[in-house]
């Protein structure tokens, strides 16, 4: 087996078939990275499982799953005020969180290096949404560098790293999605480990790092003057390719993976345009972009997402009086959803029908029954969820939050009819109580975001008194990005360390009412929120069990492990149909005769599904019917 | 080598990712240019998985354009039907091993389980090739993936990759029991191919 932890280590060059997201590792180690700290979530956590895949011993960086991404980002500032080169990584909105320390960064002297690594989601994949991160690149006067695949990814942040360290400011590494998470084989360099100064190299005097009244103005011209630098640098600079296929009349500048839609998609043309292909996106290699406007009739610009290339390139055009139709965004659908090829060729074919055809075959309607994500099997959100149902009216609001149990939402449970980000559902809730005397509010949340950015809409709702219901739904990790440990769980990423206990928390906040249930038990959970939600203060109910999947998975390994399944006898079985309409565990499987069958390739025995059964036909595998609670 | 696109899909916690980076990585111990990509959304499990794999010399983006697919390979019925209709061209070769993990819209009864004959006739109007494969003696569901590899390596459905090119990529990511047990259901003869709607 070829250990990814060896390949990551290796001395010499080599070749290697590598994701995105791996191939970002080994440049960090190459590059002598020495802090590097995140908060999950997709398209990024497959860096973290790269770094660990790395013995902690051997690896030659800090890593730390940071409580948030703006402490992340904290982390890593002061590490490279220190004098080490740090990276901070996490997903597209993740940058929201960071952005009050972010946006300050460009007007610090960072001594060290600083590279933050986005994972953007054109197509809002795994995201709230698909924003475009660029726009807090020009509002922070910080660089941006944009792969198209991973050995793109493995250059680009070696650049990175080094415009970093030599310019002493903060540069981005903007990778999306689909950049993240392709493979492909990908040359590395060797890697010389050089010698750590690990000396606390922290000065003032190169500072200032007190940005307020006078000194941020002084600041800010630093920064525009070392973004000008980095402009000049990136005229200079290889990564940015011309592909000159002698068309003077027509021209494509574009960045990222819509480079390889465009290339996939021009391959078969006789007239290839030519095309600009731009690694730096952010300050634009001004001389660059003129001296290709200048040299065709008609320039079509070609970017995921929003208008940012096209409106600095249209002025630069203007500015230098440049004869060149620019054909940027036609109508919104461009400015929506990732530029796949099929979705390049469509936009090429509105822009120049004479030299694309329209697809040869459009989007086919989807013969087969949708598919939506939904909650694991076993899991306990379903069990909590079906409880929490039969105890809420249905006038009554349910605010969601981010996690697995956002899931919720969908039939047949329809919980948590709201949605914001990490960590908004108590204050949200808390406004949708205002003046409202008739619906009670429950809010719901997962113990990473309570940790993560829920802290001040608690204490709000204890200070301002709002008497609203928040159901902690607590197991002990942060489950939808692939269990990721937080400060509950009771061990970081490099040890095991103290639980931060979620209940002693409230209680020193000051919450007076709080409920624990195991999450599974349903009749308890419906009494204790009838008690909760009867109280005129806030109140929390914590329904605690580790998350099934990754509980499951442990029990696996352990020594005589048995495999627990329900089984459903079909004599009792009234057809009442509760299990798969309900509860809707996805184990339950339906024929066309109403049969209620166990799909014993998911079933993984939580039993949770034994208290719904009105005809008690539903029993642990192997055993009588008890009708009994798990 | 001409461009040769293949569209895994399955369902969260079949093993696609498994599968996926086994022939991305015997693709290229055959020396083929390859590229490929996974897509999977919010759900841990249960939710579609999806992974491309694109091999040949004019190869750009990971991301196949629709109804590109030279092969589709599915872990389950439904999403067999899916692939077959929206990613394959006429003229292309779908197999599946026929699981059925029905899809929430079935279980509340809003949509029809897909059955086996909904695919062949599918199939049939699109001129593509369709080999269902099942085992009733596997001891764990999650080795279904290696029984659809062992059916492709045996009928050679992939162009220039041939049984020691699978071996050195199962043997490139797995070891142990588990190299050994994927290996085993892997080397296993002939899978018994499920008579129509025998299920």
């Known amino acids: 087996m070829k250990k990814m932890g060896d390949m990551l280590l290796r001395k010499a060059a080599f070749a290697e078939i590598a994701m995105g997201n791996t191939a ?13 700290s995140s908060y999950p979530g997709s398209p990024t956590p497959e860096i973290a499982a790269a770094i660990a895949s790395i013995p902690r011993a051997q690896r030659p960086f800090y890593f730390e799953f940071s409580t948030n991404e703006k402490v992340a980002t904290e982390l890593a500032y002061g590490a490279a005020l220190n004098g080490h080169l740090a990276t901070v990584f996490f997903k597209s909105v993740g940058l929201n969180v960071a952005a009050d320390t972010f946006v300050q960064l460009s007007l610090m002297n960072i001594i060290g290096g600083l590279v933050v690594v986005l994972g953007d989601d054109p197509g809002a994949n795994s995201s709230q949404n698909e924003q475009d991160n660029r726009h807090y690149a020009l509002l922070s006067y910080t660089p941006v560098l944009e792969p198209a695949d991973p050995a793109e990814v493995y250059h680009y942040y070696l650049e990175a790293a080094r415009l970093s360290q030599r310019l002493h400011m903060p540069v981005i590494l903007r990778l999306t999605t689909h950049v993240c998470h392709a493979k492909q084989k990908v040359s590395f360099g060797a890697w010389n480990p050089q010698p750590n100064d690990d000396s606390p190299r922290f000065d003032p005097a190169n500072g200032p790092y007190i940005p307020l009244t006078s000194m941020a103005l002084e600041q800010k011209r630093k920064a525009l003057n070392r973004l000008e630098q980095v402009r000049r640098h990136a005229e200079q600079s290889d990564l940015n390719v011309t592909i000159d296929n002698g068309n003077a009349k027509r021209g494509v500048i574009t960045m990222g993976l819509p480079f390889l839609s465009l290339m996939e998609t021009v391959g078969e043309v006789t007239a290839q345009p030519d095309i600009l292909k731009l690694a730096y996106v952010h300050p634009l290699p001004r001389e660059t972009i003129v001296g290709f406007l200048s040299g065709h009739r008609q320039v079509k610009i070609l970017e995921e997402l929003d ?14 009086k440049i004869p060149v139709d620019i054909i940027g965004k036609t109508g919104t659908d461009d400015w929506v959803g990732e530029y796949t090829p099929d979705k390049v060729r469509q936009i090429l074919a509105q822009s120049w029908p004479d030299m694309i055809s329209q697809s040869r075959e459009t989007a086919a309607q989807d013969p087969a029954p949708p598919r939506v994500a939904q909650l694991c099997p076993g899991c306990g959100h379903r069990s909590a969820f079906h409880a929490i149902r039969q105890a809420l009216a249905d006038t009554d609001i349910t605010v969601a939050d981010i996690g697995c149990h956002t899931l919720g ?13 990490m960590g908004a559902s108590t204050a949200m809730g808390s406004g949708l109580r205002l003046f409202n005397t008739s619906r009670k509010v429950v809010a719901f949340m997962g113990d990473s975001t309570f940790f993560h950015a829920a802290l001040p809409g608690i ?5 301002n008194q709002h008497p609203i219901t928040l159901i902690l739904m607590e197991n002990g990790t942060t489950a939808m990005t692939g269990h990721q440990d937080h400060a509950a769980s009771g061990s970081n990423f490099n040890e095991v360390t103290d639980k931060i206990p979620v209940r002693r ?13 195991d999450t599974y038990q349903q009749a308890k959970l419906i009494d204790l929120l009838d008690q909760a939600t009867a109280i005129d203060e806030f109140s929390v109910v914590i329904a605690r069990h580790p998350c099934m999947l990754k509980f499951n998975r442990e029990q696996r390994k352990q020594p005589g492990y048995r495999q627990r399944q329900v089984t459903i006898d079909q004599n009792a079985c009234q057809r009442i149909h509760t299990c798969v309409e309900t509860f809707g565990c996805p184990t339950f499987t339906r024929d066309a005769q109403g049969n209620i069958t166990v ?29 009994g609670a798990a | 080598m001409t461009p040769f696109n293949i569209h895994l899909t399955g369902v969260g916690g079949q093993g696609i990712g498994l599968i996926s980076e086994t022939i991305l990585r015997a693709a290229d111990h055959a020396g083929h240019p390859v590229k490929s990509v996974d897509t999977h959304g919010l759900a841990q499990r249960g939710g579609m998985v999806v992974s491309q794999i694109r091999m040949g010399d004019f190869v750009c983006s990971p991301l196949i354009p629709h109804r590109q697919a030279d092969l589709a390979i599915s872990l389950e019925r439904h999403e067999a039907l899916r692939a077959a209709g929206t990613m394959l061209k006429e003229g292309g070769v779908l197999i599946y091993y026929n699981t059925i993990w029905q899809p929430l819209s079935v279980r509340l009864k809003e949509r029809t389980e897909i059955s086996q004959q909904d695919i062949h006739w599918l199939c049939q109007t699109r001129g593509i090739e369709v080999i269902s494969v099942f085992r009733d003696d596997l001891a764990d569901s999650r080795m279904q993936n290696m029984v659809v590899l062992a059916e492709i390596c045996r009928r ?35 899978p018994p191919v ?3 709607d025998a299920r």
């Open chain 1, 409 to 421: 939402f969908q039939p047949p449970y329809e919980m948590g009819q709201l949605l914001m980000c």
């Open chain 1, 307 to 320: 208008n940012v290339l096209e409106n600095q390139i249209k002025a630069i055009a203007f500015d230098q």
């Open chain 1, 459 to 463: 204490v709000n709702a204890i200070f």
């Open chain 2, 156 to 190: 050679g459905m992939i162009p220039g990759i041939q049984r020691i090119h699978y071996e050195k990529a199962m043997d490139d990511l797995m070891t142990g029991t588990m190299l050994e047990k994927n290996m085993a259901i892997f080397s296993l003869g002939h």
């Open chain 1, 505 to 517: 928390v409230l209680e020193g906040l000051g919450v007076n009412h709080i409920f624990e249930v």
């Open chain 1, 599 to 627: 799909n014993t390739d998911l079933c993984i025995g939580d039993g949770s599904c034994i208290q719904t059964c009105p005809s008690k036909a539903i029993a642990p595998a192997g055993q009588k019917q008890s009708g």
């Open chain 1, 24 to 36: 970002l590792v080994r440049a960090m180690v190459e590059a002598g990275t020495r802090v590097v």
């Open chain 2, 194 to 196: 499920t008579p129509l």
